[in-house]
């Protein structure tokens, strides 16, 4: 038998089902199918903020009528009127009750089974709790005080709530508790609304820029019989049906660049990837990613795709590419994503923040560096001149790129996916043509000039792939059919992934992730 919940043993519980009953047996449906507002609170204040008359002239229906829906989150009788709050997608709006005036929508005391009929008001007083869902039609007026509030005839119990709101300074104070029961973040927290709406703001924009450029949108696979285009652990299920193992995918890249080979020149998809690693402030096991490739550009190309995508997006938020945010350890920083952005070599940013030249180290030299910071010397020693150089980075850079960077031409051994530089000497030197872009130093896209060369590709692969087999469970396995795919011939190609959870922290000002994310991964309670 299923145990019930603790908080089927609570009061406040009880005392709502106790209330539902008793309603159902006043006659008044707890849960209507439909309601049809007229407006929304913010509406109504910006088309009626001049009309509403008094409250005399409202009960006598000489004023603007209006019907809202909404959740009552305060209600307080005074007299024979009682004044409450309705909150609804936009904001809140007071309502006025009046004992004489106002009409439970399907109460009728005269047809009531009880011996002592409820009023019309008393059933409010007495059947409706804060967190109920309402519609209510009446008339505006504007009370002494100057409030714009809607003088109730007719009152629609549209949702009879069982468990009471959240304790705004007591039950939601607790940020985890807040991640994990969202709808009560919601209900408690307008500027968690806001920071939601400019989110799917973003998204929106982000398919508009892209649209404009000649990008095309497309669906590919979440679920994939061989997972590649990042390093990162794969999320592992079985298909059934086919008794086949299967993986949710990490990147979009691999599907999105057979697409490319088969003629299909700009395109873009915006999507969830899963990648079975770390929880913290910037990682999120499930996540949205951007992905977009265009035939015949390079990564310089994606640089100014990047930078004008920024600069249009502050603008369209915030009217100015100007923008003052705080970084992870609370520092507030002012900073400005107006193209062009600062471009630097790897190489280069390690000289000027880290204050090292690493064409000047040997390898010992660079991990006798990484190991004064604590890194551990047995997982350094596996790590090659490249990977060295990039750790650097990481150590060393990262956290001082606060206004937007470009870090360009990074060594061969951070990704198999990327083209050779065109530099003979930089060629030589190992780098390739790849920048990631920074701002309050974390990263927040990544990008390439596509390799298309099907032997490289397939050498890099296999390196990946003995990689794997020697147990780093981050490399890719070979994936033949997108070596074949290649040997079709790939154009030119620039491609970009870019962190929309990332890129929404940062214009939203937030700190976590995870407050940007509906719902993120949490740790068991148990």
């Keep these: 038998m299923t145990s019930k919940p603790a908080y089927h043993q609570h009061e406040d519980f009880q005392t709502r089902v106790a209330k539902l009953e008793d309603i159902r047996e006043l006659g008044v449906e707890p849960y209507p199918h439909k309601f049809c507002p007229s407006h929304c609170s913010k509406k109504i204040c910006d088309l009626f903020d001049q009309e509403a008359g008094s409250c005399s002239e409202a009960s006598e229906g000489q004023t603007p009528k209006i019907c809202v829906a909404g959740r009552m989150v305060l209600f307080r009788a005074m007299g024979k009127n009682a004044f409450a709050q309705l909150q609804d997608k936009s904001g809140r709006i007071q309502v006025m009750f009046n004992k004489n005036d106002t009409k439970v929508h399907g109460y009728d005391p005269e047809n009531s089974n009880t011996t002592q009929p409820l009023s019309h008001m008393k059933f409010i007083e007495k059947k409706l709790d804060l967190g109920d869902l309402l519609g209510v039609e009446g008339h505006l007026f504007r009370t002494q005080k100057g409030e714009l509030t809607v003088y109730a005839t007719k009152v629609t119990l549209l949702t009879k709530t069982l468990l009471p709101l959240a304790d705004k300074h007591g039950g939601l104070a607790d940020k985890e508790a807040r991640y994990r029961k969202r709808w009560l973040d919601l209900i408690s927290n307008c500027d968690v609304c806001d920071t939601f709406r400019v989110r799917s703001r973003i998204i929106r924009y982000l398919r508009k820029y892209l649209d404009e450029q000649h990008f095309l949108e497309v669906e590919t696979p979440v679920l994939q019989s061989i997972y590649g285009g990042a390093e990162a652990r794969p999320f592992e299920t079985k ?5 086949q193992d299967m993986f949710m995918r990490i990147s979009l890249e691999i599907p999105l660049k057979k697409l490319v080979v088969g003629g299909m020149d700009r395109i873009y998809e915006i999507g969830k990837v899963f990648r079975n690693e ?23 190309d994606m640089m100014t795709l990047v930078e004008n995508l920024f600069e249009n997006l502050a603008l369209e938020l915030h009217g100015t590419t100007k923008m003052t945010v705080p970084s992870k350890n609370n520092t507030i920083h002012e900073i400005d994503v107006k193209a062009p952005w600062k471009r630097l070599t790897m190489k280069e940013s390690i000289k ?20 004064a910071d604590g890194y551990d010397h047995l997982v350094l020693n596996k790590l090659t001149r490249g990977l060295l150089i990039a750790k650097l980075f990481e150590d060393k850079v990262e956290r001082h790129l606060i206004e937007p960077h470009h870090i360009i031409d990074h060594p061969v ?17 190992g780098l390739v043509e790849r920048f990631e872009s920074f701002v309050l130093g974390e990263e927040i896209c990544n990008s390439y000039s596509e390799l298309n060369d099907p032997e490289m590709q397939r050498m ?3 390196g990946q792939a003995k990689m794997r087999e020697q147990g780093d469970e981050e490399a890719n396995p070979l994936d033949e059919e997108f070596i074949e795919a290649i040997c079709q011939g790939m154009p030119p190609t620039g491609g970009i992934g870019i962190g929309v959870d990332r890129l929404v922290m940062l214009f939203t000002g937030s700190h976590s992730i995870r407050d940007v994310l509906y719902f993120p991964w949490m740790r068991p309670t148990d």
């Design 239 to 243: 298909l059934n049906a086919l008794d």
């Design 352 to 371: 000027v923040y880290g204050k090292i030249d690493v064409d000047t180290m040997s390898d010992d030299d660079m991990r006798k560096t990484l190991e």
């Design 413 to 429: 051994e951070t990704t198999p996916l990327c083209k050779p530089h065109r530099e003979p000497k930089s060629r030589d030197e």
């Design 278 to 300: 770390g929880i913290d402030h910037n990682h999120n096991p499930e996540f949205t990613l951007l992905e977009a490739y265009a035939a015949y550009w390079d990564y310089n």
């Design 460 to 462: 890099l692969l296999e």
